[in-house]
């Protein structure tokens, strides 16, 4: 069975915030940023949404700049305005 990109970038969200603070740079490098892309502009849950641009930002801005363009359509005003991207 092949894994969606939203169950990937769901797995990667949750493995990144079980980190202690001082280590998730380390797993920066392994930041599936497709599948991360996608789940910024499709996901259900708002801060999904925007958990996944701030790490795009943070680990893939210069491969996401198109992302941040089309979350500024986002239809929720929180995602759209987030500082965090």
Same mark, same amino acid.
């Given at each position: 069975?092949?894994?969606?990109?939203?169950?990937?970038?769901? +797995?990667?969200?949750?493995?990144?915030?079980?980190?202690?603070?001082?280590?998730?740079?380390?797993?920066?490098?392994?930041?599936?940023?497709?599948?991360?892309?996608?789940?910024?502009?499709?996901?259900?849950?708002?801060?999904?949404?925007?958990?996944?641009?701030?790490?795009? +930002?943070?680990?893939?801005? +210069?491969?996401?700049? +198109?992302?941040?363009?089309?979350?500024?359509?986002?239809?929720?005003?929180?995602?759209?305005?987030?500082?965090?991207?």
């Amino acid at each position: 069975m092949t894994r969606t990109d939203l169950e990937i970038a769901t +797995d990667f969200v949750h493995r990144w915030g079980a980190l202690s603070k001082e280590r998730p740079g380390r797993l920066g490098k392994q930041i599936p940023v497709a599948a991360v892309q996608i789940t910024a502009l499709s996901y259900p849950d708002l801060a999904m949404r925007r958990f996944c641009l701030f790490l795009l +930002d943070y680990y893939a801005s +210069d491969l996401s700049s +198109d992302i941040f363009r089309s979350a500024r359509r986002d239809p929720v005003a929180s995602v759209r305005e987030s500082d965090q991207c």
